[in-house]
């Protein structure tokens, strides 16, 4: 079974960057569509990024020109790449496989990230 571990997050100022890790364990990484979600207090949890197997991306409007999902299969990690960051930017990352159905791998334990002055 796929276990994932977030990493990377931490306190950032407005307009600052972060890079957000995902490392799979287990087989069969390479086959599922991955996604970035998060989950800000109070608030449901949102997919913000996703991408292929096969490297196609897409972006909630919200990050859209922001942050960069990427992958590594070899290695069995995916990245996001948070730039301009925003104080509504502020929340718990996780990421997971992108299924459908409400269907999901075991969730790791995320990694927070808080954007503030």
């Known amino acids: 079974q796929v276990q994932l571990v977030e990493s990377g997050g931490g306190l950032v100022q407005p307009g600052g960057s972060l890079r957000l890790s995902c490392a799979a364990s287990g087989r069969a990484f390479s086959i599922y569509a991955m996604g970035w979600y998060r989950q800000a207090p109070k608030k449901q949890r949102e997919l913000v990024a996703a991408?292929?197997?096969?490297?196609?991306?897409s972006y909630a409007d919200s990050v859209k020109g922001r942050f960069t999902i990427s992958r590594d299969n070899a290695k069995s990690t995916v990245y996001l790449q948070m730039n301009s960051l925003k104080p509504e930017d502020t929340a718990v990352y996780y990421c997971n496989a992108v299924l459908g159905g409400g269907d999901y791998l075991p969730w790791g334990q995320g990694t927070q990230v808080t954007v503030s002055s």
């Open positions: 991408i292929t197997s096969g490297g196609s991306t």
